[in-house]
């Protein structure tokens, strides 16, 4: 999924260098979408992840 994130903010850089608002624009929403899911799944596997000890 962090992947997916790299991609388009990559996607996001280039659609703006060449000028593509639109595009651009959606690729960013996309990447920042991606990231919030991402981090989110990274904090619930670490809460489930933990062992008890004792």
Do not use: D, Q, Y
């Amino acid at each position: 999924m962090l992947r997916w994130t790299v991609t388009f903010i990559v996607l996001a850089i280039i659609a703006a260098i060449f000028g593509f608002g639109g595009i651009a624009a959606g690729a960013a929403s996309i990447a920042k979408i991606l990231f919030f899911v991402f981090l989110i799944a990274f904090v619930i596997s670490l809460i489930t992840g933990r062992k008890k000890i004792g």
